[in-house]
């Protein structure tokens, strides 16, 4: 079997209207945007962000953790936000966040941080025209200040009132509702390449079905 083959046999053992709405959802997925949170102390905050990735159908998320170690991180490997690729950079006695950037960077990507000081430009003017990873800062402080000096680009939300910033998961929305908007309506290629979208499918149908999917994913792949 190929894994196109296998997603067949997979969407066999699951309701239709499941398999459908799982082969939607993968539709519109896109990893030309990248979520990064840094340093964010309660770990509600940080799956308020994650159920928003998935809202807007970002698939891709990363945290950074210097002065929280393994807080955020140790909710993420519950699988409380499954349906996500995220990883994460918090290594001890390591500045994570120059080593998250320079990972980016080395990956391609535009590295763009939020921020409501000294923006360079509002988040309106600006579009995803390649792949671009946004970071968000810390409740109450925001962003390091490597964060803001490696970045690409710092990008902020306007604010008409006495408030100086969102709540990291309302900035987080704000920022996703409107870029994701702007990029469907774009002529940019966001949508995942046809065999990242097979793999996501069985990836999503085999957490759907706990250990039967993994069992049934070793039977068909031996059969590859």
Same mark, same amino acid.
């Given at each position: 079997?190929?894994?196109?083959?296998?997603?067949?046999?997979?969407?066999?053992?699951?309701?239709?209207?499941?398999?459908?709405?799982?082969?939607?959802?993968?539709?519109?997925?896109?990893?030309?945007?990248?979520?990064?949170?840094?340093?964010?102390?309660?770990?509600?905050?940080?799956?308020?962000?994650?159920?928003?990735?998935?809202?807007?159908?970002?698939?891709?998320?990363?945290?950074?953790?210097?002065?929280?170690?393994?807080?955020?991180?140790?909710?993420?490997?519950?699988?409380?936000?499954?349906?996500?690729?995220?990883?994460?950079?918090?290594?001890?006695?390591?500045?994570?966040?120059?080593?998250?950037?320079?990972?980016?960077?080395?990956?391609?990507?535009?590295?763009?941080?939020?921020?409501?000081?000294?923006?360079?430009?509002?988040?309106?003017?600006?579009?995803?025209?390649?792949?671009?990873?946004?970071? #968000?800062?810390?409740?109450?402080?925001?962003?390091?200040?490597? /964060? @803001?000096? *490696?970045? %690409?680009?710092?990008? $902020?939300?306007?604010?008409?009132? #006495?408030?100086?910033?969102?709540?990291?998961?309302?900035?987080? /929305? @704000?920022? *996703?509702? %409107?870029?994701?908007? $702007?990029?469907?309506?774009?002529?940019?290629?966001?949508?995942?390449?046809?065999?990242?979208?097979?793999? @996501?499918?069985?990836?999503?149908?085999?957490?759907?079905?706990?250990?039967?999917?993994?069992?049934?994913?070793?039977?068909?792949?031996?059969?590859?």
């Amino acid at each position: 079997m190929n894994r196109a083959e296998i997603l067949e046999s997979l969407r066999k053992y699951i309701l239709p209207e499941r398999a459908q709405r799982i082969h939607q959802a993968a539709i519109e997925r896109t990893r030309l945007i990248k979520v990064v949170i840094e340093d964010i102390y309660q770990d509600n905050n940080a799956g308020a962000v994650f159920r928003t990735c998935d809202c807007f159908g970002i698939q891709e998320a990363t945290v950074i953790e210097n002065r929280y170690l393994t807080k955020v991180a140790q909710s993420i490997s519950k699988g409380s936000e499954k349906w996500l690729n995220t990883n994460k950079f918090d290594q001890q006695n390591t500045n994570n966040t120059v080593a998250c950037i320079n990972d980016l960077k080395s990956n391609g990507y535009l590295v763009v941080a939020t921020t409501p000081h000294n923006p360079d430009v509002l988040l309106p003017d600006f579009e995803v025209t390649q792949k671009t990873a946004i970071i #968000f800062g810390t409740e109450g402080k925001g962003l390091t200040q490597d /964060a @803001l000096d *490696l970045a %690409d680009i710092k990008l $902020k939300v306007p604010i008409y009132g #006495f408030t100086e910033s969102f709540n990291i998961s309302v900035s987080a /929305a @704000l920022v *996703l509702q %409107d870029l994701t908007t $702007k990029l469907r309506k774009s002529k940019v290629n966001w949508q995942l390449p046809e065999n990242e979208r097979i793999e @996501l499918e069985i990836d999503w149908i085999v957490k759907s079905m706990g250990r039967t999917g993994v069992s049934l994913l070793n039977q068909f792949s031996k059969s590859a």
